[in-house]
C-alpha cells in the first residue's frame, strides 16, 4: 500500500470534475485498512473515503486524504429452503452484485439493478429504486472505527436508516469505513412490480399478463429476478444519461415528503401536482416541481443548459456536466433551481449529491 500526492480525481468521479487530493490510497484488504489507520497522512488530515464517485460533486480540490474502497468478495455465508444470506465486500460493484444474485435466482435487489456506484455506498444513502430500498433486504454492515481502527458491526436496527439516509450519513458521519455488507434474500418468488413504469414495462414486453382488476401487482407468468432486473435497467437507460457520456452524478434531488395537511394546501393550488402516499406521510416527485419551475416565466428547468452545465432533457433530477466545467458552476445552478422551486411552492428541496 502506497499513499500519492497530488492525486488527479478527474476519472474517479463520474460528474468528470477536475479536482486534485492532497494525499491518496487504494485500500485492497482489510489488513491494509488496519496499517493506513497508523499513517501520519491519515491521521493528521481529513478524510474522505471513495467508491464508485457517483454520488459526489468535487467543487474544490480535496486537502486531506481520499480512501479508495478495492475491498473485492462475494460470498454466500449460509442458506435454507426460503432463505440465502449473502455478504459482499465494500467495493465491489452494487450492479455486479445485483447480477450475481439474479443469476442465481435469488429475490431482493432486482429492482435495484444499475445504480451505480460500489456496495460500501450503497448503506450511506439506503439506496432505493422502483419500490424497494436497501434496508428492505439488508442483514447487517460491516465497519471500522476510523479513530480506534475496531471492527464493528452495525445491525439493520442499528443503522437507523431513513429515506436515502443512515447514521453513516448523519450522526456517525465520518466515523466509519464501511468494508462489507450482508443480505438476506429470498429463494422464493417475491417480485414487487407494483411501481406504474416497471409493471407497464413488463405487461407491454408480454413478460406478466396485464391484470383486469387493475391490482398494484400484476400476476407474474414465468417471471424471474433476471426479468425484473433487466427490465430495470432498461428502463434507467431510456430515462436518465450515461456518465460515460456525459457527466452526471444520477438524481440530484431528493423527493420531497410532506403531511397530508400540507399537501392538501397545495393541492388547493397546484390541483394537478402529483402524489403518492407512504405511510402517514405524501411524497411529491422533486422532477416535478422542477419542471414547473425555470429561470424565468415560460421557460422549464427541465433541459436548460448554462454554460458547461444544464439539466437533463429527460429527466429533471439529473444535473449534467457537458465537459469543461466546474463543480461550483454545478452548485451554483443546483442553489437557483432549489431556490425557485420554493419561491413558486415554498417546498425546500435537499440535495442527495455529497457537496465537496
Same mark, same amino acid.
Given at each position: 500500500?502506497k499513499?500519492?500526492?497530488?492525486?488527479?480525481?478527474t476519472?474517479?468521479?463520474?460528474?468528470?470534475?477536475?479536482?486534485?487530493?492532497?494525499?491518496?490510497?487504494e485500500?485492497?484488504?482489510e489488513?491494509?485498512?488496519?496499517?493506513?489507520?497508523?499513517?501520519?497522512?491519515?491521521?493528521?488530515?481529513?478524510?474522505?473515503?471513495?467508491?464508485?464517485?457517483?454520488?459526489?460533486?468535487?467543487?474544490?480540490?480535496?486537502?486531506?486524504?481520499?480512501?479508495?474502497?478495492?475491498?473485492?468478495?462475494?460470498?454466500?455465508?449460509r442458506?435454507?429452503?426460503?432463505?440465502?444470506?449473502?455478504?459482499?465486500?465494500?467495493?465491489?460493484?452494487?450492479?455486479?452484485?445485483?447480477?450475481?444474485?439474479?443469476?442465481?435466482?435469488?429475490?431482493?435487489?432486482?429492482?435495484?439493478?444499475?445504480?451505480?456506484?460500489?456496495?460500501?455506498?450503497?448503506?450511506?444513502?439506503?439506496?432505493?429504486?422502483?419500490?424497494?430500498?436497501?434496508k428492505?433486504?439488508?442483514?447487517?454492515?460491516?465497519?471500522?472505527?476510523?479513530?480506534?481502527?475496531?471492527?464493528?458491526?452495525?445491525?439493520?436496527?442499528?443503522?437507523?436508516?431513513?429515506?436515502?439516509?443512515?447514521?453513516?450519513?448523519?450522526?456517525?458521519?465520518?466515523?466509519?469505513? #464501511?468494508?462489507?455488507?450482508? %443480505?438476506?434474500?429470498?429463494?422464493? $418468488? &417475491?417480485?414487487? *412490480? =407494483?411501481? /406504474?413504469?416497471?409493471? +407497464?414495462?413488463?405487461e407491454?414486453n408480454?413478460?406478466?399478463v396485464?391484470?383486469?382488476?387493475?391490482?398494484?401487482?400484476?400476476?407474474?407468468?414465468?417471471?424471474?429476478?433476471?426479468?425484473?432486473?433487466?427490465?430495470?435497467?432498461?428502463?434507467?437507460?431510456?430515462?436518465?444519461?450515461?456518465?460515460?457520456?456525459?457527466?452526471?452524478?444520477?438524481?440530484?434531488?431528493?423527493?420531497?415528503?410532506?403531511?397530508?395537511?400540507?399537501?392538501k394546501?397545495?393541492?388547493?393550488?397546484?390541483?394537478?401536482?402529483?402524489?403518492?402516499?407512504?405511510?402517514?406521510?405524501?411524497? #411529491?416527485?422533486?422532477?416535478? %416541481?422542477?419542471?414547473?419551475?425555470? $429561470? &424565468?416565466?415560460g *421557460? =422549464?428547468? /427541465?433541459?436548460?443548459? +448554462?454554460?458547461?452545465?444544464?439539466?437533463?432533457?429527460?429527466?429533471?433530477?439529473?444535473?449534467?456536466?457537458?465537459?469543461?466545467?466546474?463543480?461550483?458552476e454545478?452548485?451554483?445552478?443546483?442553489?437557483?433551481?432549489?431556490?425557485?422551486?420554493?419561491?413558486?411552492?415554498?417546498?425546500?428541496?435537499?440535495?442527495?449529491?455529497?457537496?465537496?
Amino acid at each position: 500500500m502506497k499513499i500519492l500526492e497530488n492525486y488527479d480525481l478527474t476519472p474517479l468521479n463520474t460528474f468528470g470534475m477536475r479536482a486534485r487530493a492532497r494525499f491518496f490510497v487504494e485500500v485492497n484488504n482489510e489488513s491494509d485498512l488496519k496499517e493506513l489507520f497508523l499513517f501520519p497522512e491519515f491521521k493528521n488530515n481529513s478524510k474522505m473515503f471513495l467508491g464508485g464517485g457517483s454520488n459526489v460533486l468535487f467543487t474544490n480540490d480535496f486537502d486531506g486524504i481520499i480512501v479508495l474502497n478495492k475491498l473485492k468478495g462475494v460470498d454466500i455465508l449460509r442458506e435454507d429452503n426460503k432463505n440465502v444470506f449473502i455478504r459482499s465486500m465494500g467495493g465491489e460493484i452494487w450492479h455486479n452484485l445485483v447480477s450475481f444474485t439474479v443469476e442465481k435466482g435469488y429475490w431482493g435487489i432486482e429492482n435495484l439493478a444499475l445504480i451505480p456506484g460500489t456496495v460500501g455506498a450503497a448503506p450511506m444513502q439506503n439506496i432505493g429504486a422502483y419500490g424497494v430500498e436497501l434496508k428492505d433486504i439488508l442483514e447487517n454492515v460491516e465497519v471500522f472505527e476510523i479513530e480506534t481502527g475496531a471492527k464493528k458491526v452495525f445491525k439493520k436496527t442499528e443503522c437507523e436508516f431513513g429515506y436515502r439516509d443512515s447514521v453513516f450519513k448523519s450522526k456517525f458521519k465520518g466515523k466509519y469505513f #464501511i468494508s462489507a455488507i450482508t %443480505l438476506q434474500l429470498s429463494k422464493i $418468488p &417475491k417480485p414487487n *412490480i =407494483s411501481y /406504474k413504469f416497471l409493471r +407497464e414495462y413488463l405487461e407491454s414486453n408480454k413478460i406478466i399478463v396485464k391484470n383486469s382488476k387493475a391490482s398494484p401487482v400484476a400476476s407474474p407468468i414465468r417471471l424471474q429476478p433476471r426479468d425484473v432486473a433487466d427490465a430495470v435497467a432498461e428502463i434507467r437507460r431510456s430515462k436518465l444519461p450515461d456518465p460515460k457520456v456525459i457527466g452526471n452524478a444520477g438524481s440530484f434531488f431528493k423527493n420531497v415528503f410532506l403531511s397530508e395537511v400540507k399537501i392538501k394546501i397545495l393541492l388547493e393550488k397546484f390541483p394537478d401536482m402529483p402524489i403518492f402516499k407512504e405511510n402517514e406521510v405524501v411524497k #411529491i416527485p422533486s422532477a416535478w %416541481l422542477i419542471e414547473h419551475c425555470g $429561470p &424565468k416565466d415560460g *421557460i =422549464s428547468w /427541465k433541459g436548460y443548459k +448554462e454554460g458547461s452545465v444544464g439539466v437533463h432533457i429527460k429527466q429533471a433530477l439529473v444535473l449534467v456536466h457537458y465537459g469543461g466545467g466546474t463543480g461550483l458552476e454545478v452548485k451554483n445552478l443546483a442553489e437557483k433551481i432549489i431556490s425557485s422551486v420554493y419561491d413558486k411552492f415554498g417546498i425546500k428541496m435537499e440535495t442527495e449529491v455529497n457537496i465537496i
